[in-house]
């Protein structure tokens, strides 16, 4: 993985001293809050509805051992002993005090990290596919870009102050797992007919309260055009996109209200009249960018692991998790481990300080010192052999972390909601505990397969609900919360916005509204194969709509 | 109302003229754009140094043909949350050369000083009290590495390894 | 309806309601109650020279009903406030009731 070099950790040492220093400023009260506002959410610290948050970035998902273990130290220390994994591979500790905040990025620093642009309107942690580097389908590692991506955007002086907040996503994969078609810039590699690796751009996704599907830009980018390209359509957005209102500013109002043409012409002509050739990225950059990503020296093995077939014959639960759980890599004997963070009835996205350093401790001894961090709120051990699954699955047995449910029913993405974000109009987590505890991990989730299910506790859509197989937004009507489902929505290359079915669920009713559809979908599917979102698109809304709100009227579903 | 330019607190020898207001035939004025628009004519034989300012709306293209007409321009921050003249200036500077005086005026509050500087601004109209204060005391916060090549900014050494290149 | 006036410390961001006297205390139960909108407004002219002062931050008055001695919050917000998560019954105020 990359590692800092002397300019990078200076770079994050000065940033700390100006930040360190904008906070003594706070405190002492020379600069006002509204002034001082912009600067803490640039660093990262929000003011929600308990406390302070402060969020950290974890570059396209990537940690070491010693950044994780970091990470639960700074738990156990400043926080009350947990983290919580955000959408956006962020980690977010909800109790920090502000005076001690300049002593917890003092501790980042110490193990390559910072909290630099995770707020505010300028361009955020760039993420990436969770799998990179790994994927059986990969086309090539995204993350090289993503760390250049990274430091070119990192405090980037034209572009600190965009109209709003801008988000950078990569995948490397034809199968899209960083849902990158609902970022304002996304970046898909691809090979063109020549056999040359480039990228195909999407522009203008995102969700919140006027959800877009991203246009794709370009067809292919050659890849020493990455920065000039990213450069000429953050240039464009930045000197017309809206600033007149809030919620009309993100990049995807510009492209709706331009035009995609008139948008694509715009970023052309800019990319075309720049002449800075400091910003054409050289090959042996790219180059020595990528040596940091190397994969691990893997160890050949049997594409059948004795180990696995022997202790799934003695053991239904680790069976179960070995299914799920682990994804296909492209070395023979290996697989990409998904340590889901929702257990049942848990918290989806939080870890104790005690499961990170778990975590932390099995990535050394079994996973070649990397620890992924997903969109959808779980951890992975990238690069891990078949054979030393039982050893790994015990391991997290025991520590809470062996849910056998990664990509199943109760797999869930949710927003922190209404008990602890100021934004909230109702909760998530509890939504989401009481539908994992419903379905649970057993052979009832596993009978209705493949299933997304996403919370967002208002309007921003944190929890991604536009693009969940089954979308739930909550909202608050006269003072009591109500809950709107979606249907059929998908993050992946098959990019789709979720339908409404009609009026909101109680706080009460929403689980019973979930397992009505549920059922519904077991019940018309044309075999267990067609998986909830290949059901719904071939029958649409109508079944679902009628056994949710004609139950009383003698629907017999 | 102060001028900070290059490093310190000088004279302002610019007038500002609002809308409507007659323009000394001497110059010296910094007059709005859409004034300029409707002057250039009677100017266009003059040698007086003429400066515009520019509101955030414009774009280049409404007075970058009469660029080399003008020895100073003024881009307004109406917020200091509002970047668009970040992107202007650096415009102005490196694709379009220009070489007089780029000016912020509006809402100019010290952190911006430094990326305001580095998108080619040179002279800024203070008004904040903090920012007077710790400009007359020489602090302008700021970090001093850089992923990024800056208006008339030599690469860094370690910035970029192959923006050593010179 | 009845009101107590909220905010956020600076320093560490917990959350503070106004006593009278014009301390800022952590539990709602210390807090002053505002039977109506002059009181409300009375108590905000006062804690303007806290915010100003930059002990306080996101001053607010919010909706309670009052039960004999009991305060509890009208909207679900306030109540998470004046509590905690509802997910973590170990964690913010309610953990030292």
């Known amino acids: 993985m990359y590692r800092y070099d002397e300019f990078d950790a200076a770079f994050v040492a000065d940033r700390l001293n100006q930040f360190s220093d904008q906070v003594q400023r706070r405190l002492s009260g020379e600069l006002t809050e509204e002034q001082f506002r912009i600067h803490r959410l640039m660093n990262g610290v929000y003011l929600q509805l308990h406390a302070y948050m402060l969020r ?68 955020r942690n760039v993420t990436a596919d969770h799998f990179a580097g790994a994927a059986a389908d990969e086309i090539e590692d995204p993350r090289p870009y993503a760390e250049i991506l990274r430091q070119w955007s990192s405090i980037h002086p034209e572009f600190t102050y965009l109209p709003r907040k801008f988000k950078l996503a990569l995948s490397g994969s034809p199968h899209d797992r960083a849902a990158i078609q609902v970022h304002d810039i996304g970046y898909q590699l691809v ?111 049997p594409a059948q692991s004795q180990a696995l077939t022997a202790r799934r014959a003695s053991d239904p639960a680790f069976g179960a998790f070995a299914d799920t759980n682990v994804a296909k890599h492209r070395q023979p004997g290996y697989g990409l481990l998904t340590i889901s963070l929702k257990p049942i009835g848990g918290i989806p996205g939080d870890a104790t300080a005690e499961q990170m350093e778990l975590v932390a401790e099995l990535a ?55 008990d602890y974000c100021s934004l909230a109009t109702a909760r ?31 309007i921003n859509a944190c ?95 | 109302m102060t001028l900070y330019k290059n490093g310190s607190f000088v004279h302002d020898s610019w007038i500002t003229i609002h809308e409507g207001e007659e323009i000394s035939p001497a110059g010296h004025v910094i007059a709005p754009l859409s004034w300029w628009q409707a002057e250039r004519q009677a100017f266009a034989e003059s040698h007086v140094p003429i400066g515009i300012r520019v509101e955030p709306g414009a774009t280049i293209d409404d007075f970058i043909a009469d660029l080399p007409r003008f020895a100073l321009i003024a881009l307004v921050i109406p917020k200091f949350q509002d970047g668009r003249a970040y992107s202007t200036a650096r415009l102005l500077r490196e694709r379009h050369g220009f070489k007089g005086e780029l000016r912020a005026i509006g809402e100019v509050l010290i952190d911006q000083i430094q990326p305001m500087l580095r998108c080619g601004f040179d002279a800024f109209e203070i008004s904040d009290p903090v920012t007077q204060a710790a400009l007359e005391a020489g602090r302008i916060p700021g970090v001093t590495h850089f992923y990024q090549p800056g208006v008339n900014e030599a690469p860094q050494a370690g910035a970029r390894p192959w923006l050593r290149q010179v | 309806m009845s009101q107590v006036i909220s905010a956020n410390r600076l320093s560490d961001g917990i959350v503070v309601f106004r ?52 305060v509890e919050p009208v909207h679900l917000r306030d109540k998470i406030r004046a509590k905690g998560p509802t997910t973590h019954p170990d964690h913010g105020k309610q953990a030292a009731l």
């Open chain 1, 56 to 123: 950290i970035a974890i570059p396209y998902g990537t940690l070491s051992p010693r950044q994780l273990r970091k990470l639960a130290h700074i738990a156990r220390r400043y926080d009350k002993g947990f983290g919580h994994f955000t959408t956006r591979q962020n980690i977010q500790f909800n109790w920090p005090a502000l005076k001690d905040i300049p002593a917890i990025l003092g501790e980042l620093a110490s193990v390559e990290m910072h909290a630099i642009q995770t707020s505010g309107n300028c361009i």
């Open chain 1, 191 to 301: 090979k063109n007919d020549k056999g040359d690796t480039g990228f195909a751009v999407f522009v203008g996704g995102g969700l919140g309260r006027t959800p877009m599907v991203g246009h794709k830009i370009r067809d292919f980018l050659a890849p020493q055009d990455l920065l000039a390209y990213t450069q000429a359509i953050v240039r464009v957005y930045n000197l017309e996109g809206r600033r007149d209102n809030k919620y009309k500013a993100r990049i995807k109002i510009l492209v709706h209200e331009k035009g995609f043409e008139a948008m694509r012409e715009a970023v052309e002509a800019e990319f075309a009249a720049d002449k800075n050739e400091l910003l054409a990225l050289p090959q042996s950059e790219i180059d020595r960018i990528s040596a940091y990503f190397a994969p691990p020296d893997l160890e050949e093995r």
């Open chain 1, 364 to 418: 050394e001894t079994f996973g070649h010192d990397e620890i992924r961090v997903s969109h959808e709120q779980n951890l992975v051990l990238p690069h891990v052999a078949l054979d030393d699954l039982p050893a790994i699955y015990d391991a997290l047995a025991a520590q809470g972390l062996a849910t056998a449910n990664a990509g199943l029913i109760s797999d869930i993405i949710s927003c922190p909601g209404m």
């Open chain 1, 428 to 458: 998530s987590i509890p939504v989401a505990q009481r539908i994992s505890e419903r379905f649970a991990d057993g052979p009832r989730a596993k009978e209705i397969g493949a299933m997304k299910i996403k919370i967002s506790g208002c």
């Open chain 1, 463 to 557: 929890g991604h609900h536009h693009v969940g197989h089954i979308g739930i937004l909550g909202l608050e009507r006269k003072g009591v919360e109500t809950y709107q489902l979606t249907l059929g929505g998908s993050a992946d290359e098959g990019c789709k916005l979720g339908d409404i079915t009609g009026p909101g669920f109680s706080y009460e009713d929403v689980v019973d509204a979930i397992e009505t559809v549920v059922d519904t979908y077991v019940g018309l599917r044309t075999s267990a194969d067609e998986d909830f979102l290949r059901a719904y698109r071939r029958v649409g809304m109508a079944p679902f709509k009628k056994a949710l709100y004609e139950r009383d009227s003698g629907s017999d579903i």
């Open chain 3, 19 to 70: 006593a009278s006297g014009g301390a800022w205390v952590e539990q709602l139960r210390d807090a002053e109650i505002l039977p109506d909108a002059s009181a409300v407004k009375a108590a905000m002219g006062l804690v303007e020279k806290d915010v100003l002062a930059n002990h306080v931050i996101e001053v607010a008055a919010f909706d309670v009903a009052v039960k004999g001695d009991h």
